[in-house]
């Protein structure tokens, strides 16, 4: 599964309608005294409300090919009982510019779909120019319905491609992921005749909000997470850490958008063999993959440290499992490699680095950075997911399940998405235009080298030909992905913590 931009996604042409949400008549919003989660209210207040593209940049989505024919009414019910599953979809605020926004709440009898037919749209091009300015025009998280749906029917095959995009608000990395067998799921019993499943899984995002804020509110300035916040600051003047090569003056011009790139950096042979070679060592992936960032970091830029925040998943319950929602937390990342770079030595020093951040896992990030009176946002991003853990993740990627970002303009953010997919390990990264692409295909080419570093001179009972740890390219971009006429969260369902 890759994560990038929806104009990198091959799309078909065909038909298209748009998907959403409506208030049904005889029904009206319902005011709710559940708070918003603290991220949540901290992404209203930067939103501005006179601005014509609320979702530039911003939304987020997935796309996929259902294997299965399309029917609009089938396909109608299946969108309006994914609302009334979810209350986060179901739900709004008001009072933006207030400290504290109000929750609305609709109830699931409250809701009905409404289509839109587009036409005029011959070419796949067009398509896809069409959709990426509707999610900028559509999607914000001060105006309802929060999420957009878009079905393109392909007659020569007779299936159909679905999109759902969302402002991040309602949906994360993790919702990104499991929509996709979740919806297909849904349809299969909607034209079936049968009920959809019920699980005390599709908890709501409301009750998690109330959670998180109680948590938040708990946190002093002396509470172990939020020492170690302020300790990460100080390395860096109180200021959250930036990728230092991509930091330029500021401009006074619009900035351009950023540069994105999706790769597979190691193919599924290579990266098994690596994975034996790691776990032969006494490391997981997880602990590799930032162990070879940190070196790339150290060589091909020469810093000692390599410090950023690191999203990782918050669903502190089993009943959250599967719900769509913004369920997701920043931790401090702080590795410092001893100078020869020795590759145990790197490893150990890594996962010690991992360990220190979980004190931070529940703490609210948003709240610490308030105690210490850091008004600064993230601007260095890395995120590694492991899809294997997602049910049926190999059907994901036979129905090209890609999950989507907006294409962003900012002047010095850097972002890294790892994934190891089920062909091998793929890169996903944004940057600022005015950092030269071949600075990063320096990174990237020393990234993957330690990577390939952590499987010399490792004996494994059952050996790869050793010509595979140096005739596949360092980078090979995709090629493509092929249409199939037939038949992610955070990529992937985390162990719940009780």
């Known amino acids: 599964m890759e994560y990038t931009h929806l104009s990198e996604f091959s799309l078909r042409s065909g038909a298209l309608t748009l998907w959403s949400a409506e208030v049904a008549p005889g ?84 809701v009905v779909i409404a289509d839109e037919a587009v036409t005029g749209l011959e070419s796949a091009g067009a398509i896809n120019e069409y959709l990426s300015d509707a999610m900028e025009l559509r999607l914000s998280p001060l105006v309802w319905p929060h999420c957009l749906l878009a079905t393109i029917e392909h007659a020569d095959t007779g299936d159909f491609t679905v999109l759902v995009a969302a402002d991040h608000s309602v949906m994360d990395a993790y919702s990104q992921a499991i929509v996709i067998l979740e919806l297909r799921a849904m349809y299969q019993s909607v034209r079936r005749g049968e009920p959809v499943r019920e699980s005390v899984t599709f908890g709501s995002a409301a009750d998690f909000a109330a959670l998180e804020r109680t948590t938040a509110a708990a946190l002093t300035p002396r509470c172990e997470a939020v020492e170690l916040w302020r300790r ?179 002047p010095d953010e850097v972002f890294f998405w790892i994934v190891r997919a089920a062909d091998g390990l793929r890169l996903s990264t944004r940057f600022p235009a005015a950092f030269p692409t071949v600075e990063m295909d320096r990174f990237l080419y020393e990234f993957t080298k330690a990577m390939r570093e952590f499987a010399e001179g490792v004996e494994l009972e059952a050996a790869v030909p050793t010509t595979l740890l140096h005739d596949t390219p360092v980078v090979t971009p995709d090629p493509a992905p092929v249409p199939l006429s037939t038949g992610q969260p955070d990529l992937a369902p985390v162990p719940a913590r009780r």
């Open 27 to 110: 029904h009206d919003w319902t005011a709710d005294d559940r708070p918003l989660t603290s991220v949540h209210v901290r992404h209203c207040a930067n939103t501005d409300a006179n601005d014509p593209r609320p979702g530039r940049g911003r939304w987020i989505g997935t796309i996929f090919e259902m294997d299965a024919a399309f029917d609009a009414e089938d396909w109608r019910e299946t969108v309006r009982l994914w609302h009334v599953r979810h209350e986060g979809l179901r739900t709004t605020l008001a009072g933006h510019g207030n400290p504290e926004p109000e929750r609305l709440v609709l109830e699931g009898d409250g």
């Open 232 to 410: 990460f600051l100080s390395g860096s003047g109180g200021m959250l850490p930036r990728f230092e090569p991509a930091i330029s003056a500021p401009s006074h011009a619009a900035p351009l958008p950023q540069t994105s790139i999706s790769r597979k950096l190691l193919p599924l042979t290579e990266l098994e063999y690596v994975e034996a070679a790691v776990t032969a060592r006494g490391h997981r992936l997880s602990v590799a993959v930032f162990t070879a960032l940190a070196i790339a970091y150290r060589r091909a830029f020469g810093y000692i440290s390599m410090r950023a925040i690191m999203p990782i998943s918050t669903r502190p319950d089993l009943c959250w499992l599967e719900s769509m929602g913004w369920f997701v937390n920043v931790v401090p990342l702080d590795i410092t490699l001893a100078p020869d770079l020795d590759l145990d030595t790197s490893l150990e020093s890594t996962r010690s680095a991992l360990r220190r951040t979980k004190v931070a896992n529940d703490a609210t990030w948003t709240r610490a950075l308030d105690l210490l009176s850091c008004t600064d946002s993230p601007r260095f991003g890395i995120s590694f997911l492991d899809i294997r853990v997602l049910p049926d993740y190999q059907l994901v990627e036979s129905l090209r399940g890609h999950t989507l970002r907006a294409e962003s303009h900012s």
